[in-house]
């Protein structure tokens, strides 16, 4: 049954006709709990309460699917009005993207040209934008529009995914750049001949890559809801007597808030992820795709 309900709701969160269909009706039957509105307003207010209890935040603006130059442009746009947002409140957050809403699958040129912008408007506010990591079909690209954009800004970071079969020798590889990353199980349905199809296999290579990444001297950002993970971290650091300035734990608006505000109590940064926007259902469907606990969460909410 949980396969079952995974692979629906993969499906349902690539279907163009039921995204239409969730901008219609808005944030409803539970979806809110993991999208802090529709609007900057809304995003803006909800990492203010973050920050009220020592989390910190890194918004994106949702949108992925994007079909014309138009659409992709009006994305970069509402990433630089979220970038001027966060400065004019003072709200502690950086801004994630996805590069297919800036047109990826349209022209690497056309989503260059934006990544630029966004990231120059990022840097007259001294501020950090991270890339999403999206599928499998987008790994290679992203990572090489990634090495681009280093050439010419230090305040970008990307994704790492660890079910890949890749990571590892794209971990070594980014080293060079002593990339800032952001280091997750990943969330995409993927091929046995390109990723791990067991958990275990992925939460084995989920600690390798956080220990080499770490012991390489690099910024990591440890993304994930899993207490060993989480604790596997804290032992790794204290071992290693790396300082709690070297890295950060990473959640999803949301989900495990308890978690969340204990780890900011015991002195370690927490960057919640905090998505906004119309364009809410393929990150809501995910989200229903990797934990159980959330599918029933929306049930109960429809019941209600």
């Known amino acids: 049954m949980e396969m079952m309900l995974r692979n629906m709701f993969q499906a349902l969160g690539k279907?163009?006709?039921?995204?239409?269909?969730?901008?219609?009706?808005?944030?409803?039957?539970?979806?809110?709990?993991f999208v802090a509105g529709e609007t900057i307003k809304q995003s803006i207010d909800a990492v203010r309460k973050l920050n009220e209890d020592g989390r910190v935040a890194t918004l994106d603006h949702l949108g992925e699917f994007v079909f014309s130059e138009a659409e992709a442009a009006e994305s970069a746009d509402m990433c630089i009005q979220t970038l001027d947002a966060i400065a004019s409140s003072g709200v502690q957050s950086n801004l994630s993207l996805k590069m297919t809403s800036l047109g990826l699958d349209?022209?690497?040129?056309?989503?260059?040209?934006?990544?630029?912008?966004?990231?120059?408007?990022?840097?007259?506010?001294?501020?950090?934008?991270?890339?999403?990591?999206?599928d499998y079909a987008h790994c290679q690209v992203s990572l090489d529009i990634y090495r681009e954009l280093r050439q010419e800004?230090?305040?970008?970071?990307?994704?790492?995914?660890?079910?890949?079969?890749?990571?590892?020798?794209?971990?070594?590889?980014?080293?060079?750049?002593?990339?800032?990353?952001?280091?997750?199980?990943?969330?995409?349905?993927?091929?046995?001949?390109v990723a791990f199809p067991e958990k275990k296999d992925v939460d084995d290579n989920l600690k390798k890559i956080i220990k080499q990444h770490l012991l390489n001297g690099n910024y990591t950002a440890v993304a994930s809801h899993d207490e060993a993970i989480i604790n596997?971290?804290?032992?790794?650091?204290?071992?290693h007597g790396i300082a709690k300035d070297r890295f950060e734990f990473q959640m999803l608006y949301g989900i495990c808030e308890d978690l969340q505000k204990q780890l900011?109590?015991?002195?370690?940064?927490?960057?919640?992820?905090?998505?906004?926007?119309?364009?809410?259902?393929?990150?809501?469907?995910?989200?229903?795709?990797?934990?159980?606990?959330n599918v029933w969460f929306v049930l109960k909410n429809m019941f209600k």
């Open 15 to 33: 279907s163009r006709s039921a995204n239409r269909l969730a901008k219609k009706y808005g944030l409803r039957f539970g979806a809110a709990r």
């Open 232 to 239: 596997y971290t804290k032992t790794l650091v204290n071992e």
């Open 153 to 193: 800004f230090d305040n970008v970071g990307i994704v790492i995914q660890a079910y890949l079969f890749r990571t590892e020798q794209d971990i070594a590889d980014l080293n060079e750049l002593n990339a800032n990353l952001r280091l997750v199980k990943g969330a995409y349905k993927e091929s046995p001949e």
């Open 106 to 134: 349209i022209s690497r040129d056309l989503c260059v040209s934006n990544m630029k912008r966004i990231l120059n408007r990022a840097r007259m506010h001294n501020n950090f934008v991270r890339i999403d990591m999206e």
């Open 264 to 293: 900011s109590q015991e002195g370690y940064k927490v960057r919640v992820y905090v998505p906004y926007g119309v364009d809410w259902f393929g990150y809501f469907m995910r989200r229903l795709a990797e934990r159980p606990a």
